[in-house]
């Protein structure tokens, strides 16, 4: 199933990336710099941030974007296997300046790899860089546990349109590896729910067939 | 058509009576591994019997009660069927049925309607393969559900897997070629639409789940949680604002409306509009696009409010049967996610998740206390808000309206003042030009009084007069026209032309009568006699009318009549009605009246033409002369 939702058809990408941060470490506002291009703006065209569609295209293959946010609130983390099900991605924002929104990625890290194992691909991003001085958590320290985990780690700053871009191109990318890596998987290997498959499509045609079938007897 | 389908029944029939022997087309290794032959055929021939009899020649979407019937009766055989059901249907046997999709006919009915567009751009041949899979899915899923040993999550993967299939062949087969890519969604939704309608009585809320008491929890838990405000699930809701709390309200209603939709789509639909709601009414409370940090606890808040019918039940009939890759993606699949998320939420909630103690949560709980800022004092609350908003604004509209009259009030003043101004000039100018000048009544004459003109006027015998100046004149035109004696004239005759001899004939018809006389007068003469005759009678009909009519009359008509009457006298015929004043004498006597017909004759000089003022005292003065003569 989750083969379907990602590839479309033709070379055409769907992807389902999860936003998880803590409450205030901008979540919304990356999403809206990514998608609107805009940061704390009256004139925001859209009424939410919640679900956001982003239409990418690399290397000619035509990537559309379903960004989810999700609810930060403790009281709701654990909700979260509900709203990162299915999903392609991951991004784990969390504020430099705060300490705690780092320990909490540290759990999503750890429920996600849980839930779907490699199959996610995961970014972290150290938000508000433009308040450097205020920073809490070492810049080693968050690059190393990246790297640990296999999540790339990005500086970004939404007030700044900081490295926010790069971010979701490179993930989207990995994204990309990740399914036609699973469809080159899918297409040498003739397992079960291959010859199922194609079992089922029978059971179909076999259905049409019998017409023909019946007229020759007569 | 019908005829070779039933050529082919039979055919099969034979086929399968020797099938396990030599035939290879039913020559099958799942045949020979379930019980006896005999069975299987005779079982295949009853149904077919069936089949037969109900069986109708149209295959379509006509007559479902009778195919609902027949799917029943069909379903009962293949339990006691039981192991051959998947091979039969694999077999195709079942074809014979294609049309079957159940018992909600209007509601497919409406769904084909709405589909109509579609199926006209996308021709005939897509839309029969389309209801092609449909039929066949249906029977597929309605043989299913009455296997005891499928569960609600076969049935799920069994029609996950007929939408991946659909997908495939509607983006692989040949006669989809043509069909854009948004087309083929539709077509994709139209199938999942219909096929889901006419198996929802199957496959919603299902005896074999224990879907229904889940609703029940949750029904209960819910309405246990009722004490729960927008402020224990942090949810920035601004209770007293007037336009937050109608969106609240519609949002409700959308959720509330999930339970009546069937297509799973339809209810998808129903939750996306419900958040949509609740997205635009937190944009307002937050003051920009809202975040699922603020959308999720104003969902809660609204599902804990809303607390909507089969709330479990819905939520898996749209996990199970709504199109997975729709589900999944997309922002309905957001929305439906979130709803989960709420509502799992609203299903383990704490008093650790509401940020309070443990005691005080369990005291909500049991009804023990109730806080005061529950959502239906807010309600009271919000009501007295509302009313006071809303009488705030008529206020204001009264104000202006009233302004506005104000204005339009004074401006109509200044006008009328102005009008006034110029009325009273112009009348000024009018008066200036226009002076009035009052006459001065004028005195009635007396028509019955001594006429002084009388003596003056020549004597009615005047004509003669003229006779005898014409005679004077000319003797040949008085030859003519006015000879004195008949005699005269045809004497003269020969002498003149032939005209003459005309009037000589006429002369001669009349000699005898007395008009002879006036004929033989100058035309003169008989224009001033009858003059004088008619003048008479007029004068005679004036002094009638008034002799006639004035005592009867009112003297109010009398008085404005009078003047009138008398300047005709006056004017024109005064100098010959006095002179024909003797004969109106004779007419006067009236059989009414007997006092004025006796006394027509003695009183001429009884001033009855007098003016208004006096003739009141004429009538009562001849009224009581009439008495007395009635008397003497």
């Given at each position: 199933?989750?083969?379907?939702?990602?590839?479309?058809?033709?070379?055409?990408?769907?992807?389902?990336?999860?936003?998880?941060?803590?409450?205030?470490?901008?979540?919304?506002?990356?999403?809206?710099?990514?998608v609107e291009d805009k940061f704390n703006e009256k004139h925001l065209t859209t009424l939410q941030a919640t679900f956001l569609n982003k239409k990418l295209n690399i290397g000619g293959k035509r990537i559309n974007l379903a960004i989810?946010?999700?609810?930060?609130?403790?009281?709701?983390?654990?909700?979260?296997?509900?709203?990162?099900?299915?999903?392609?991605?991951?991004?784990?924002?969390?504020?430099?300046?705060?300490?705690?929104?780092?320990?909490?990625?540290?759990?999503?890290?750890?429920?996600?790899?849980?839930?779907?194992?490699?199959?996610?691909?995961?970014?972290?991003?150290?938000?508000?860089?433009?308040?450097?001085?205020?920073?809490?958590?070492?810049?080693?320290?968050?690059?190393?546990?990246a790297a640990s985990v296999g999540a790339m780690h990005f500086h970004t700053s939404a007030k700044q349109n900081i490295g926010i871009e790069e971010m979701f191109l490179e993930l989207t990318q990995r994204m990309m590896q990740r399914a036609q890596e699973q469809e080159i998987q899918r297409a040498s290997e003739l397992t079960r729910t291959n010859s199922m498959r194609r079992n089922i499509v029978i059971v179909d045609e076999e259905e049409t067939s019998p017409p023909s079938k019946s007229c020759c007897g007569t | 058509m019908y005829a070779t389908k039933k050529a082919s029944l039979r055919i099969d029939e034979s086929y399968l009576m020797c099938k396990s022997l030599k035939c290879e087309f039913y020559g099958n290794e799942e045949w020979d591994g379930y019980c006896s032959l005999v069975l299987l055929e005779w079982t295949f021939h009853y149904l077919q019997i069936l089949k037969e009899k109900h069986k109708s020649p149209v295959a379509g979407f006509t007559k479902f009660e009778e195919k609902k019937r027949q799917q029943s009766e069909k379903r009962h055989k293949l339990l006691k069927l039981g192991v051959f059901r998947k091979t039969t249907n694999s077999r195709g046997i079942f074809r014979l049925n294609e049309g079957i999709f159940g018992p909600d006919t209007k509601e497919v009915e409406a769904i084909r309607s709405e589909y109509q567009e579609l199926f006209g751009k996308v021709g005939k041949t897509v839309e029969t393969d389309i209801h092609k899979y449909i039929s066949s899915f249906y029977k597929k899923l309605v043989i299913e559900v009455d296997n005891p040993n499928s569960s609600i999550e076969d049935l799920s993967e069994r029609t996950q897997n007929f939408y991946q299939i659909l997908t495939k062949k509607i983006e692989e087969e040949f006669i989809y070629r043509d069909v854009s890519n948004e087309y083929k969604e539709q077509l994709l939704d139209y199938t999942e639409k219909h096929a889901m309608t006419c198996l929802y009585r199957l496959l919603f809320c299902p005896p074999t789940t224990t879907d229904e008491d889940k609703d029940l929890n949750i029904q209960k838990r819910i309405r246990q949680l009722n004490w729960v405000s927008a402020k224990h699930v942090d949810c920035q809701i601004d209770e007293t604002n007037t336009d937050v709390h109608d969106l609240v309200y519609s949002s409700i209603t959308e959720l509330l409306g999930m339970d009546s939709a069937k297509a799973p789509q339809d209810k998808l639909g129903c939750v996306v509009r419900c958040c949509r709601k609740i997205l635009t009414l937190m944009q307002k409370c937050v003051g920009g696009p809202a975040s699922a940090d603020d959308f999720l606890p104003a969902l809660i808040f609204v599902v804990l409010k809303a607390n909507p019918a089969r709330l479990k039940s819905n939520i898996n009939y749209v996990t199970r049967f709504c199109n997975a890759s729709r589900l999944m993606s997309g922002e309905g699949g957001y929305y439906f996610t979130n709803l989960c998320c709420a509502v799992s939420f609203i299903e383990n909630l704490t008093a650790e998740s509401l940020n309070m103690q443990e005691d005080e949560f369990r005291q909500y709980m049991d009804g023990k206390i109730l806080p005061s800022s529950t959502w239906d004092s807010a309600l009271v609350m919000c009501e007295g808000m509302h009313l006071m908003a809303e009488n705030a604004a008529i206020f204001g509209d009264l104000r202006k309206r009233h302004e506005v009259v104000m204005n339009e009030i004074s401006a109509l003043k200044e006008e009328m003042l102005k009008f006034q101004d110029e009325i009273i000039v112009k009348v000024e100018q009018l008066r200036d030009e226009v002076p009035l000048i009052l006459r001065p009544i004028r005195k009635p004459t007396d028509l019955d009084a001594d006429d002084p003109h009388l003596p003056d006027l020549p004597p009615p015998l005047s004509p003669q007069i003229v006779t005898n100046n014409v005679t004077r004149d000319e003797k040949k035109s008085v030859d003519i026209e006015s000879p004195e004696s008949p005699e005269w004239h045809i004497t003269s005759m020969p002498d003149q032309t032939l005209t003459s001899v005309t009037y000589d004939f006429d002369l001669s018809d009349h000699s005898g009568g007395e008009t002879s006389i006036c004929e033989d007068l100058g035309s003169n003469v008989i224009v001033q006699i009858i003059y004088f005759i008619s003048s008479a009678e007029t004068g005679s009909v004036h002094s009638l009318d008034l002799n006639a009519y004035h005592p009867t009359v009112p003297p109010l008509n009398k008085g404005i009549r009078f003047p009138d009457e008398f300047s005709l006298l006056d004017t024109e015929e005064s100098p010959n009605s006095h002179l024909s004043l003797p004969p109106p004498l004779k007419p006067q006597p009236t059989p009414t009246y007997h006092g004025f017909s006796s006394q027509g004759w003695q009183i001429p000089s009884i001033p009855c033409d007098t003016g208004a003022t006096h003739l009141a005292f004429d009538i009562e003065a001849t009224g009581e002369e009439n008495r007395k003569d009635e008397k003497n």
């Open positions: 199933m989750a083969d379907q939702l990602v590839n479309g058809g033709s070379g055409n990408y769907n992807f389902k990336v999860v936003l998880l941060g803590e409450g205030c470490v901008g979540k919304t506002s990356v999403v809206l710099r990514y989810w946010d999700t609810a930060g609130q403790e009281r709701f983390h654990a909700l979260g296997p509900i709203y990162y099900r299915m999903s392609n991605g991951a991004v784990l924002v969390y504020d430099i300046t705060d300490e705690d929104s780092f320990q909490k990625v540290k759990n999503w890290v750890k429920e996600l790899k849980k839930m779907l194992g490699s199959e996610i691909c995961l970014s972290i991003a150290g938000n508000k860089i433009d308040l450097g001085k205020e920073r809490n958590v070492p810049v080693e320290t968050a690059e190393n546990y | -």
